[in-house]
């Protein structure tokens, strides 16, 4: 079983930067996938990033490629997602995923989900 816990959300004004941080507890966690997805309001959930457990392997969604980047440390149990030139469009609620997979970018493969942290930007 494994937990996770975001933090970092805010508001910010376009152009801004917030960091994203997503602790897991459980032993096991190093050797899972992680990713983030969002969801905007009256939108579905939709994958942003992911990174494989040994961070050998980053993917991300087209529209935040050169914007985000993901990262993790496994002695900490804590992924993190740094969010710099943040535009309207990013504004929504930001989830953290967990796959018993070494490795999946797909929605359908994460088990474990955080509570989301909510991420505002203003224009």
């Known amino acids: 079983q494994v937990q996770l816990v975001e933090s970092g959300g805010g508001l910010v004004q376009a152009g801004g930067s917030l960091r994203l941080s997503c602790a897991a507890s459980g032993r096991t966690f190093s050797s899972y996938a992680a990713g983030w997805f969002r969801q905007a309001p009256g939108k579905e959930r939709e994958f942003v990033s992911a990174?494989?457990?040994?961070?050998?392997?980053?993917y991300y969604t087209d529209s935040v490629k050169g914007r985000f980047t993901i990262s993790r440390d496994n002695a900490k149990s804590t992924v993190y997602l740094q969010l710099n030139s943040l535009k309207p469009e990013d504004t929504a609620v930001y989830y953290c995923?967990?796959?018993?997979?070494?490795?999946?970018?797909?929605?359908?493969?994460?088990?474990?989900w955080g509570q989301g942290t909510q991420v505002t930007v203003s224009s």
């Open positions: 990174i494989s457990w040994s961070s050998g392997i980053t």
């Open positions: 995923a967990a796959d018993p997979r070494p490795y999946s970018h797909y929605r359908r493969d994460y088990v474990y």
